[in-house]
């Protein structure tokens, strides 16, 4: 087991990628923090984690809101004592074209994002000094290094994502932390399913254009990413034993972007 005894804590885990990789973090042996917005959820996957023989916990936690994101911290450092490992992985997704688009979706994707991704890493690093290191992770997306279009404050958020990452390496390098960014192609989730609709709407196109044309148009072999490639990546960045992988963007995309 590649992550034995590590105290881990996942934004946005209630389900698709952040509970993939909160179920793959425990079968490692990671003790995992399931924080996410909607408890209910959270709590299932937490319970989904110990009836499968790991240790979790469940942590009511919206991310853009500063009070919440330091009592989860706080709730955990109760339980377990440490923090060893924080991905900032609670995202939103939403569809329009700029000249169309509001102010106010506009604050909250950049908010949840960029403001959430901030929140955790601030209370982290906290407890990552005082332990002397730690891995900082960051979900960005093929969005941290291209543009779609419709996706304007997803895009720039992800971007966004990129420059805070490579300040935390920067910066915590010096106290043990690593800090990584992990950048996905499409990957089937409630957060992807709720946009091909959408997107098709939008474009005047075929759901199954939306597929095909749109989302796996420049992979190498029009595949999706699956829940179990980016959890492998996920685990990968976390368990790597040196400074030497720090301040990366990991791109796992079926070669959408080559970098
Ligand atoms: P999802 O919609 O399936 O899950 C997102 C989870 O985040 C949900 O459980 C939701 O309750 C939670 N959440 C939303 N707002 C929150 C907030 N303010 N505070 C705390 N939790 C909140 O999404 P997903 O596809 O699993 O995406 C997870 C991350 O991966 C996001 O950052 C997303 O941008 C990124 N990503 C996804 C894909 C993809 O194709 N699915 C690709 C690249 C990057």
């Not at 992770?137 to 958020?157: D, N, Q």
């Not at 192609?185 to 709720?194: A, C, H, N, S, Y």
């Not at 595949?223 to 179990?228: D, I, N, R, V, Y």
């Amino acid at each position: 087991m590649r992550l034995t005894d590590k105290v881990a804590l996942i934004t946005g885990a209630g389900q698709g990628i952040g509970r993939a990789i909160a179920e793959h973090y425990a079968k490692e042996g990671a003790r995992v923090a399931v924080a996410d917005l909607d408890l209910g959820r959270a709590e299932q996957v937490a319970l989904a984690i110990v009836a499968a023989g790991g240790s979790a916990i469940a942590l009511e936690m919206d991310v853009t809101d500063e009070a919440a994101v330091e009592q989860g911290m706080a709730q955990l450092v109760r339980h377990w004592g440490r923090l060893d490992i924080a991905l900032a992985n609670a995202g939103i997704q939403h569809i329009a074209p700029l000249h169309k688009l509001a102010f106010a979706d506009w604050n909250r994707v950049l908010n949840v994002h960029l403001g959430g991704a901030f929140l955790l890493t601030r209370a982290a690093l906290q407890q990552m000094y005082k332990n002397g290191g730690g891995s900082m992770l960051f979900m960005g997306s093929v969005h941290s290094m291209e543009a779609s279009p419709l996706k304007a404050p997803y895009v720039t958020a992800k971007h966004g994502m990129l420059g805070l990452c490579r300040s935390v390496a920067r910066e915590g390098a010096e106290h043990g932390v690593r800090s990584n960014i992990i950048c996905p192609g499409f990957v089937r989730t409630p957060l992807v399913d709720k946009q091909i609709p959408e997107q098709a709407k939008e474009l005047g196109i075929s759901e199954e254009e939306v597929i095909r044309n749109v989302m796996l148009k420049h992979t190498v072999d029009g595949e999706f990413t699956t829940l179990a490639d980016v959890s492998e990546v996920a685990v990968h960045l976390a368990a790597f034993p040196s400074a030497a992988l720090t301040g990366q963007a990991v791109v796992v995309s079926h070669g959408w972007h080559m970098q």
